[in-house]
Every structure is written in structure tokens, then in C-alpha cells.
């Protein structure tokens, strides 16, 4: 395909930072790119095939002569610019969470459920990027045994809250540094804050990621993406989901721990079986030789790794699993890219 004009809408971000990346290494047929970020970064440099771009501040008009863009600037800035470039027929690819339950917009990981790329109206919905760490192995098992029953709980990464969350957690452990001691009793009043997150990050883990569900559920509301986005990818309505969400002080890399129940029986070979071949991953599974998957393995690549693959005793239909995947290649930019090629094909 020749003459595609792509727009890439938070170049600058963290997840935009890695589609420029990605759409250099995976040689996009694309024609044109424009890179378009907030008024801070008017005039930045970005590298792309050999050229320096110069980075767009988004302004009116910012889609004109664009036939994709692929959106990473936050649900705001996505609610704003997106319905009125569909409707002067722009394509657009969006990252954040502002059209992911709307039933006009198909939310796609093509390993998954590529065919629900038919019926969009001009926007495509990127899923979040925990359901996609946890969804890539669970389609290939939901296909062969009916998933009905879902627990999950994730391990998220600093880079999931953007390069400020990266900051803050480097500046933390800078500030602990030589001081490790002192965390054996720490004085609350004197640990390193922030802005991203909302305790200590660095030496800790914070069972908060997003913020609290409107609705009062106790839950977070990026806990309940978990079991929304997995029903409408998976197309089971019905399917029952919990799911607890934890930052941890890592750099890249969200590690979900799953527990299914199937509607048939299913045991720990069988699954290995099913997800030997599925697109996206790679088993990494052999507890007794010491292969399971972790954040730091996962970090800069495109497949979902899949380990600790095991049953619990006495229930044929349950299966537990670990995954990992790079939260802004796989369970951004990466599924993003693959939608676009998708839609351009
Ligand atoms: N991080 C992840 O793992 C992840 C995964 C899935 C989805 N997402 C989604 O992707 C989006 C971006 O996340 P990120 O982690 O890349 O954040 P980030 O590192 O903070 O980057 C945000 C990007 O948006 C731009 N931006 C912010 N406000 C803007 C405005 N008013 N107009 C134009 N551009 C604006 C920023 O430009 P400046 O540099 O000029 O400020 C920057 O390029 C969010 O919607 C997030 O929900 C993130």
C-alpha cells in the first residue's frame, strides 16, 4: 500500500515514543508521518528512518490530509480531536480509555478478535494494556475450553503511568540510595513522594493503580477494565471477573497473575498444548529448569511471555498462569501498529 499520510498524536509520550519506533522497524507503508505533541514540545526533534521530524503542536485542522493517526495523548485530548476527524473520514487508532466501552467502537487485539475491525465507523480502540498481557493467552484458552470465571492480579510497572511515572520512581531510588537501612523502620514523614503515584513507590508496592470506581464498588477503575475489556474482546458478557491491580517499582513490564475456570475440563498440558502455537506469545514455562517469565525479560519486546502455567488440586476446570508483557510495546504501541497495518491492509 503506497500514499498512506500517518499522524502520530503524543509523539512525545512514553507510548509514542515507542510507535515512532515501531513503525521505523517495522517498515510501515506509510508515505508521510507527522508527529504531533502538546505546545511544550512544538519544534522537538524526533529521529525517524534517517530524518530529524519536527514535532507539531495539535492545533485545528491537525487532520487534515491525514489518513490515520494513531492517538496517545491522554482520554481528554482523545474526546476532543477524535469524533471530528472520523467524521471527515480519518482513521484514527486510539490508546486511551475514552472509547473503549462505547458500543460503536470495536476495542482490538488482532491475535484476538481482528474481525471486529469490520464494522468500525472511523475509530478503533486500543486495549489497556493489563487486559492485553492477560487476553493474549487466555483467547487462544477461551477458544478451546469456554472461559467463564476470572481472577486476576497485576503487577504494573512506573513507564504504565507515562515517562513522569518513570521519573518519579528514578528519583525515589535516587534519594534512598546508601539509605537502605533506614527502611527497616522507615519514618513515614520522610519517604520520597510524588505526584504519579499515590505512596512511595521505590522498596514498596502500591495496591492503588487509577482511582477509585465513581460508583463506589471499591474497586479501581483500572480494575475494572480488566473484566469490561474482557468481556467485549472475548465476547462473553456473562463472564465473572475480580481483579486487583498493584504498581510495583519496575521500569517496564506488567506481570498479571490469572486464575480461569473453564466450561470445559482443562488440565496444565492441555493449555500448553493450546498456546504452543498462538500468535503473540511464547511459552516460557519449566519451573523445575527455572524458565518463567519476568517484567525485565519481557521489557523491549513484542511477545506476551507465559509461564507458571499449573492447576490446583482438586478442580478439573481451573488453571493458573503468569504473563508478562512490555506495557508500551505489546500493551500499547505494538497492538496500535498492528491495528493500523491491520486497517491499511
Ligand atoms: N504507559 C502505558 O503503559 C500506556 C498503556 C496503554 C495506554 N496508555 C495511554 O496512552 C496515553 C499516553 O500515555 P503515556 O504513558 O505515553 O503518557 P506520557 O508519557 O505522559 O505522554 C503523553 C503524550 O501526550 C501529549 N499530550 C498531553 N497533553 C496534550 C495536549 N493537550 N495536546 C496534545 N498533546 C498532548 C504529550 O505531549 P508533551 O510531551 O508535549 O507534553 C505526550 O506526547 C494515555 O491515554 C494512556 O492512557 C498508556
Given amino acids: 500500500?503506497?500514499?498512506?499520510?500517518?499522524?502520530?498524536?503524543?509523539?512525545?509520550?512514553?507510548?509514542?515514543?515507542?510507535?515512532?519506533?515501531?513503525?521505523?522497524?517495522?517498515?510501515?507503508?506509510?508515505?508521510?508521518?507527522?508527529?504531533?505533541?502538546s505546545a511544550?514540545?512544538?519544534?522537538r526533534q524526533l529521529a525517524f528512518r534517517g530524518e530529524e521530524l519536527s514535532v507539531r503542536a495539535l492545533a485545528d485542522g491537525w487532520h487534515e490530509g491525514i489518513d490515520v493517526a494513531l492517538v496517545s495523548a491522554g482520554a481528554a485530548v482523545s474526546r476532543e480531536i477524535l469524533p471530528q476527524a472520523a467524521a471527515a473520514g480519518m482513521l484514527g487508532v486510539d490508546n486511551s480509555p475514552e472509547f473503549r466501552m462505547d458500543p460503536a467502537v470495536p476495542l482490538v487485539i488482532p491475535?484476538?478478535?481482528?474481525?471486529?475491525?469490520?464494522?468500525?465507523?472511523?475509530?478503533?480502540?486500543?486495549?489497556?494494556?493489563?487486559?492485553?498481557?492477560?487476553?493474549?493467552?487466555?483467547?487462544?484458552?477461551?477458544?478451546?475450553?469456554?472461559?467463564?470465571?476470572?481472577?486476576?492480579?497485576?503487577?504494573?510497572?512506573?513507564?504504565?503511568?507515562?515517562?513522569?511515572?518513570?521519573?518519579e520512581l528514578a528519583e525515589q531510588v535516587e534519594k534512598l540510595r546508601g539509605d537502605e537501612e533506614s527502611l527497616l523502620h522507615p519514618d513515614p514523614g520522610a519517604l520520597p513522594g510524588g505526584e504519579v503515584f499515590p505512596r512511595t513507590l521505590a522498596y514498596n508496592v502500591v495496591p492503588v493503580c487509577a482511582s477509585p470506581d465513581p460508583n463506589g464498588s471499591g474497586f479501581t477503575t483500572e480494575e475494572l477494565k480488566m473484566g469490561d475489556e474482557a468481556r467485549k474482546i472475548l465476547g462473553i458478557p456473562n463472564l465473572e471477573?475480580?481483579?486487583?491491580?498493584?504498581?510495583?517499582?519496575?521500569?517496564?513490564?506488567?506481570?498479571v497473575s490469572a486464575y480461569a475456570r473453564f466450561d470445559a475440563p482443562?488440565?496444565?498440558?492441555?493449555?500448553?498444548?493450546?498456546?504452543?502455537?498462538?500468535?503473540?506469545?511464547?511459552?516460557?514455562?519449566?519451573?523445575?529448569?527455572?524458565?518463567?517469565?519476568?517484567?525485565?525479560?519481557?521489557?523491549?519486546?513484542?511477545?506476551?511471555?507465559?509461564?507458571?502455567?499449573?492447576?490446583?488440586?482438586?478442580?478439573?476446570?481451573?488453571?493458573l498462569f503468569f504473563s508478562v508483557a512490555d506495557n508500551l510495546r505489546k500493551g500499547a504501541a505494538l497492538n496500535a501498529v498492528q491495528i493500523a497495518e491491520h486497517l491499511v491492509a
Wanted: a negative charge; proline letters at 5%.
Fill in 241 to 255: 471477573c475480580a481483579a486487583t491491580a498493584v504498581r510495583v517499582p519496575v521500569v517496564a513490564g506488567h506481570g
Fill in 111 to 167: 491475535e484476538i478478535n481482528a474481525h471486529d475491525l469490520a464494522w468500525h465507523r472511523g475509530i478503533v480502540a486500543n486495549p489497556n494494556c493489563t487486559a492485553i498481557t492477560a487476553l493474549v493467552p487466555l483467547g487462544p484458552l477461551h477458544r478451546s475450553f469456554g472461559l467463564r470465571f476470572l481472577v486476576t492480579s497485576s503487577y504494573q510497572s512506573a513507564s504504565g503511568s507515562g515517562m513522569k511515572g518513570v521519573r
Fill in 40 to 43: 511544550r514540545s512544538e519544534g
Fill in 266 to 319: 482443562i488440565s496444565a498440558d492441555a493449555a500448553r498444548e493450546a498456546l504452543r502455537e498462538a500468535p503473540g506469545m511464547r511459552l516460557v514455562d519449566d519451573l523445575e529448569s527455572g524458565a518463567f517469565p519476568t517484567p525485565l525479560d519481557a521489557a523491549g519486546i513484542d511477545e506476551v511471555l507465559v509461564g507458571r502455567i499449573r492447576q490446583p488440586a482438586g478442580d478439573g476446570h481451573a488453571l
Fill in 1 to 37: 500500500v503506497n500514499g498512506v499520510r500517518v499522524a502520530v498524536v503524543g509523539a512525545t509520550g512514553a507510548v509514542g515514543r515507542e510507535i515512532v519506533r515501531l513503525l521505523e522497524e517495522r517498515a510501515f507503508p506509510l508515505d508521510d508521518l507527522v508527529l504531533v505533541a
